[in-house]
Nanobody, 115 residues
Framework: VQLVESGGGLVQPGGSLRLSCAASGFTFSSYTMNWYRQAPGKERELVAT????????NYASSVRGRFTISRDSAKKTVYLQMNSLKSEDTAVYYC?????????WGQGTQVTVSS
C-alpha cells in the first residue's frame, strides 16, 4: 500500500496550491479519502473528506469555501485545491485512506504560506 503526496511548497498569502495523492496497492474506489494537516506544536486535524464515490465532501470550518477536495478513480488520485491561502494554513499535509478496519497514511508534504 502506498499513498504519495506531492504539490506542496512555499506560497505567498492569498496564493494557491494543488496537492495530489497517488494511491496504489488497495482498492481505491472502496475507500473514503481524507486530507489532514499538522502544524508545529499542534495536533493533527482533519481538513477535508471525500466519500468513496466522490458524491459527498466535508470540510473543516477553517478551510470551507477556500479548499476543494476531489478524486479521480481512473488515476487513483485524490486532490486538494487550496485557494486564498493564509499563514495559518502552514502545516504538513497528509493524505489518508480509510474504511472499516483499514487506515493508510502518506508521508506528508510541507505547505508554507509566507511572504
Amino acid at each position: 500500500v502506498q499513498l504519495v503526496e506531492s504539490g506542496g511548497g512555499l506560497v505567498q498569502p492569498g496564493g494557491s496550491l494543488r496537492l495530489s495523492c497517488a494511491a496504489s496497492g488497495f482498492t481505491f474506489s472502496s475507500y473514503t479519502m481524507n486530507w489532514y494537516r499538522q502544524a508545529p506544536g499542534k495536533e493533527r486535524e482533519l481538513v477535508a473528506t471525500i466519500s468513496s464515490t466522490g458524491g459527498s465532501t466535508n470540510y473543516a470550518s477553517s478551510v470551507r469555501g477556500r479548499f476543494t477536495i476531489s478524486r479521480d478513480s481512473a488515476k487513483k488520485t485524490v486532490y486538494l485545491q487550496m485557494n486564498s491561502l493564509k499563514s495559518e494554513d502552514t502545516a504538513v499535509y497528509y493524505c489518508n485512506a480509510k474504511r472499516w478496519g483499514y487506515d493508510y497514511w502518506g508521508q506528508g508534504t510541507q505547505v508554507t504560506v509566507s511572504s
